[in-house]
């Protein structure tokens, strides 16, 4: 009687042989994460990073099931369970814009107050300067347009 491996075709058994071991280390890092119970876990965390803990266990425990019903051989688009992950997706998304808000950059009031003040000085002494340039560019028109009247 031939080996079952051998009625199957050799990338189905690569295929087949890496989920198994994928699904050994999932069972491993399992063991390894119910050894610490998690409010000792969560005990030093912030409330931002305990929520960033749940999601991902949620949407593991999700993605799990998805895969469980697509071995059975079930749609999951067609299941609730496609709901459930796009409502984890769209939690995962405000915790990301939560944490996207407090890396930007702040707004330093007194410092833009001083930078607008001096530009605005700056530019007032311009003006006065392209109008004394102004003032002199006149005279030396005029005095040009004088001495050549005078030199006929």
Avoid at 9 to 26: K, T, V
Avoid at 45 to 69: I, R, T
Avoid at 126 to 134: A, D, Q, V
């Amino acid at each position: 009687m031939a080996n079952a491996e051998d009625n199957f075709p050799e990338e189905l058994q690569e295929r087949l042989s890496s989920f198994d071991e994928s699904l050994s280390n999932f069972e491993e890092l399992i063991k390894s994460l119910h050894e610490t119970p998690l409010n000792q876990v969560q005990a030093d965390m912030k409330p931002l990073d305990k929520a960033k803990l749940e999601l991902v266990g949620v949407y593991a425990l999700n993605s799990l099931y998805w895969m469980y019903l697509n071995i059975r051989g079930e749609n999951p688009k067609e299941h609730s369970i496609r709901q459930e992950l796009e409502r984890v997706k769209s939690y995962m998304k405000r915790v990301k814009d939560i944490t996207d808000k407090e890396k930007a950059p702040k707004l330093d009031k007194d410092a833009s107050k001083r930078f607008v003040r001096s530009a605005l000085w700056q530019e007032a002494q311009k003006k006065k300067k392209n109008k004394k340039n102004g003032e002199v560019m006149f005279d030396y028109i005029w005095w040009n347009y004088k001495y050549e009247l005078l030199s006929f």
